[in-house]
């Protein structure tokens, strides 16, 4: 199978449009105001509970609209951030944690210890984090208005680092009654405590999505640093403009129709960069790893053979170069921990030395019994690096003699179908691609896509209990060899398993207008706080 990475950006941005039905234009009713920041993102809106979706795009809505109890400085330590003061007790095993002053939710009511409560049991059942500490907990309670206590049978010290990880979905605080929402279930209400007001009115879902300061919102008293301390808004409105075609987003950048585009194609950068009035920066420096899901509950993956097949199946190199095309911006990645993490490794990764050998892949295949049970690999043709990863994987199962159908559809769409756990003739799916922070790979605690606890975890759902009693014991030990000697024993178990397939690691040039400044720059979350356009 030969494609050129142009004419698969071409065939994407086609199959995107015949997808979702909608003529490419250009963002509709943008604000140039002084005060307005107009921005494209990695893609549309489709959900707005950010506990429901791990979807990046739904955090960075958590975080315009949300806020959390902790935050991560711009050195990866957890910092108050809704918490004003918080203890733990001399045997480790009680943590009380007071709210600050003047915490409002956008209809005007105060923000209690209840509403905390209420919104780190709805989080805990969504989050790897969060499950670990309800497994830890005796008791979680407010004791009044202001304070809430969490009581641990034993002690753990992941606490706070997991109220503040980045991992999504992130431990965004909600009005107790929407928290009360079953986790499984969307909430339908959209009122924070965040910095910025989501306004339904001027919204139009699938063009654009509208952010409003919050004027009561009251800042923390520090610097600001990562996504910590003070969330100072110095925009009036941000408008998220949905353009699903790169070549009119640059235009309408180099323009001054917006002013920030999250993913513009590493191969449009040299034209972007020739421009005075445009500058590029790298916000998150640990980059991106992709990653393929597989449906475990289901023939043909829920045989592990199955799964090993798809470790020889990928060429990492093929799927880099169609997307990134310049191998300055990407690596290869063997480890279950990503690329360059504390934890990554090189232990059990003969696949990794043999693949691509479609050879070993189809007796692999024939190994686990296939039977010529379709193949269904989710297309987001909204993302180029998950179109023509779809693409290459479906070309290449069709050369081993794999029945693959590709279902193509929006990255929104897609969030939305992964969910489902049923067989393919009832909405299901088999093979889904996406991508996440390196950074959030080098935590098994904390990072979703490294879970094994079937219908409890992450969408793809692998069950493996010796894994999981691992990934257990990595949070146990005090001390980074401990761990890094956990995480091998644990690659060794994964990559016999295979709770997915790694598609290799990249970083994301941003792009924006000179008269942007201070974006924040940390994995996971693209806040517009702290950001002036002058």
């Not at 915490?103 to 670990?132: F, M």
């Not at 996406?434 to 080098?442: A, E, L, P, V």
Request: glycine share 8%.
């Amino acid at each position: 199978m030969t494609i050129s990475r142009r004419t698969m950006l071409r065939s994407g941005v086609a199959a995107g449009m015949m997808a979702t039905g909608a003529p490419v234009v250009r963002p509709a009713r943008a604000a140039t105001g002084s005060n307005t920041l107009n921005a494209v993102m990695q893609g549309d809106l489709r959900s707005f509970d950010p506990i429901w979706t791990t979807a990046n795009i739904t955090a960075y809505y958590g975080a315009m609209v949300y806020d959390t109890l902790f935050a991560l400085d711009a050195n990866f330590q957890p910092q108050p951030e809704m918490v004003g003061k918080w203890d733990l007790s001399t045997d480790k095993r009680t943590y009380s944690f007071a709210l600050r002053d003047d915490l409002l939710w956008q209809d005007g009511t105060p923000v209690t210890a209840a509403d905390c409560v209420a919104s780190i049991r709805r989080w805990a059942v969504r989050n790897s984090g969060g499950q670990l500490i309800m497994q830890y907990a005796k008791d979680l309670s407010a004791k009044d208005d202001k304070t809430f206590v969490l009581v641990l049978k034993e002690p753990l010290g992941l606490v706070v680092p997991a109220f503040a990880a980045t991992n999504t979905p992130d431990c965004f605080m909600m009005r107790a009654k929407d928290a009360e929402t079953d986790p499984f279930q969307q909430v339908k209400e959209h009122i924070g405590c965040g910095p910025f007001v989501f306004n339904q009115d001027e919204t139009r879902p699938g063009s654009r999505y509208v952010f409003d300061k919050f004027t009561k919102y009251v800042s923390r008293s520090e610097p600001a640093s990562g996504l910590a301390g003070g969330k100072v808004v110095k925009l009036d409105r941000v408008i998220w403009q949905n353009i699903t075609d790169d070549q009119t987003a640059l235009a309408a950048l180099e323009s001054g129709e917006i002013d920030f585009f999250e993913l513009p194609p590493l191969d449009l950068l040299p034209q972007l960069q020739s421009n005075p009035d445009i500058k590029i920066r790298v916000l998150d420096k640990s980059g991106n790893v992709g990653m393929m899901r597989l449906n475990c509950l289901h023939p043909p993956f829920d045989n592990a053979k199955a799964r090993q097949a798809m470790l020889y199946l990928i060429d990492q190199n093929a799927i880099l170069k169609a997307t990134f095309g310049n191998p300055q911006y990407y690596h290869k990645v063997e480890s279950l921990f990503g690329y360059g993490t504390p934890m990554t490794n090189d232990t059990n990764i003969g696949w990794f030395k043999a693949a691509p050998d479609l050879a070993k892949a189809k007796q692999l295949f024939q190994d686990a019994g296939y039977k010529g049970e379709k193949v269904i690999v989710l297309q987001a043709t909204d993302f180029d690096f998950m179109n023509n990863s779809a693409q290459l994987v479906a070309g290449w199962l069709k050369e081993i003699g794999i029945n693959v159908e590709l279902a193509a559809s929006t990255w929104g769409e897609v969030v939305t179908r992964r969910a489902v756990q049923a067989p393919d003739d009832k909405g299901g799916w088999d093979i889904f691609i996406t991508y996440g922070s390196s950074y959030d790979f080098g935590n098994p605690i904390t990072a979703t896509p490294l879970l094994a606890n079937g219908k409890k975890g992450w969408f793809g759902w692998p069950e493996n209990a010796q894994y999981e009693a691992l990934r257990m014991k990595w949070a146990q030990v005090g001390t980074l060899a401990e761990q890094q000697t956990i995480a091998r024993q644990m690659q060794a178990v994964a990559w016999d398993f295979v709770p997915m397939v790694l598609l290799g690691q990249w970083v994301s040039p941003a792009a924006m207008r000179k008269n942007v400044d201070g974006v924040i720059g940390m994995p996971d979350i693209i806040p517009f706080w702290n950001v002036s356009k002058s």
